[in-house]
């Protein structure tokens, strides 16, 4: 349950945040859709599992990046600590945020999204390599990465 004093912060703080009034009208809709949900301002836009949404600064993709958001929450995304499933849900995110994208009359910026998944392959990828021989290492279920060539499993 959201408590009551919590309803109604958007509008407070959003157009001090640099919003207008029309994403005031899209913040105000995200609350009364998804009053499930808890909106925040802050300085990035991120979901904090399971029901906190945080409504980063003014930028030319706010509102889609919102949803992606939105979209963690209502994928119901945890804590991850395996990395392919994080990109795997960043991508489910993304699906999701399209889809409500076409319901909420917000453009889609396909470059945008390839951008923000990049982020996650190149971290994926960095990661992945042995900082020895650079071969692609692979990971067990306590999140530790192993060389085929490099590690003895200890
Ligand atoms: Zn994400
Ligand atoms: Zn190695």
């Known amino acids: 349950m959201i408590p009551r ?3 109604g912060f958007i ?3 959003i157009l001090k945040n640099g919003y207008d009034l029309e994403d005031l009208a899209f913040f105000q809709r995200l609350e009364t859709d998804f009053p499930e949900f808890r909106f925040l301002l802050g300085d990035k836009f991120k979901f904090r599992p399971p029901k906190t949404i945080v409504i980063g600064p003014p930028e030319a993709f706010s509102r889609l990046l919102t949803l992606h958001e ?3 929450a ?3 995304h945890k ?3 395996m990395d392919v499933t994080r990109l795997k849900m ?3 995110a993304w699906e999701k945020a399209k889809e409500l994208a076409s319901k909420y009359g917000i453009e889609v910026n396909e470059e945008l999204i390839q951008d923000e998944l990049d982020t996650y ?3 994926l990828h960095q990661k992945s390599r042995c900082p020895k021989c650079g071969l692609t290492r692979f990971q ?5 990465y192993h060389c085929p060539r490099c590690d003895e499993f200890s």
């Open 140 to 144: 067990t279920p306590d999140s530790r």
């Open 90 to 92: 960043e991508n489910a």
């Open 70 to 72: 939105v979209s963690h």
């Open 121 to 123: 392959r190149d971290w």
């Open 79 to 81: 804590g991850f600590r």
């Open 11 to 13: 509008e407070k703080k």
């Open 5 to 7: 004093s919590n309803r």
């Open 74 to 76: 209502i994928l119901k």
